[in-house]
Each structure stands twice: as C-alpha cells, then as structure tokens.
C-alpha cells in the first residue's frame, strides 16, 4: 500500500529507447510499483509506451511539497520501482526512482537487443540510480 504520508502528486514518464538513445520503442511494457521503507513494492501501474517511445504521463503519491523546503523534514520524495520489457530486449528494472510532489520525473531507459540466438532473456538487469545527498547528515 502506498504510504499514506504521500498526500500530494507527482508525475512520471518513461521513456523507451535503444541504446544511445538511437531509437524509440513501442509498445515497451513498463510496470510501476510503490516501494517502502521494508523494500516491498505494490503494483500501481501497468502501460505501454506510444511511437514516440514514452509512457503517458502517471500522476503517483509524494509527501507534500514543503517537505522538501526545510532542512529536517521528513521525506521529501516518494520511492517507486519501474520495470521495463520489449520482446527481443533485455528486461530492464530499478527500484531507485524518487517522485517529488508537482514536479514530472522523466526516467531514460535504455534497451540492449537479445542476441539472435538468445530465446530466453537473461535475468533482468538492475540499473542502479546514482546515489543523492537528501536526508544526510551533510545537509545539517
């Protein structure tokens, strides 16, 4: 379940390509969950991109904007884990994503074709996101 501190909205749109961004995918299958604090996700969304390569843009819970305006506050930014798939690419999954309320978060994802003889995928590449300094001790 969502976390109930998240009263306000924030947007998210993926957006699907190859590598180097060459080109966009569609119809990429692209699932977004709720992480909490314990790590345990919730199914939120499940949607396709367009031609373009992106999702619609998804309006999901964050904590109120002004959590973000004041240092000691408490967390100013929701967590959500994205999963994308396309037949014939390698899955591709984080469970990194921050949303801030009234702000679109656009999240790249790069896919890397199967090789031809590859049926199977291998399992689902983890893309870490860079680490930020919010909630830290280096802001006091």
Known sequence: MPDSR???TG????????????VPLENALVTVSS???????E???????NRSGQTAMLPL???PLGNSLSPGSSNPYARYAVTVNLD??????????????????????YLIPLEEFQSVPAPSMQRPLPEHSLNTEELT
């Not at 992480?35 to 996700?41: F, K, L, M, Q, T």
């Not at 199914?43 to 991109?49: A, E, G, K, N, S």
């Not at 014939?88 to 790249?108: E, H, I, K, M, N």
């Open 35 to 41: 992480v909490n604090e314990n790590g345990d996700s």
């Open 43 to 49: 199914l939120l969304y499940t949607t396709r991109t």
């Open 11 to 22: 947007y998210l749109v993926v957006a699907v390509t190859t590598a180097q961004n060459a």
């Open 88 to 109: 014939g690419y390698q899955p591709v999954s984080t469970r990194d994503l921050t949303v801030f309320a009234d702000v679109v978060a656009t999240l790249p994802v």
């Open 61 to 63: 819970p964050a904590p």
């Open 6 to 8: 998240n009263t306000a």
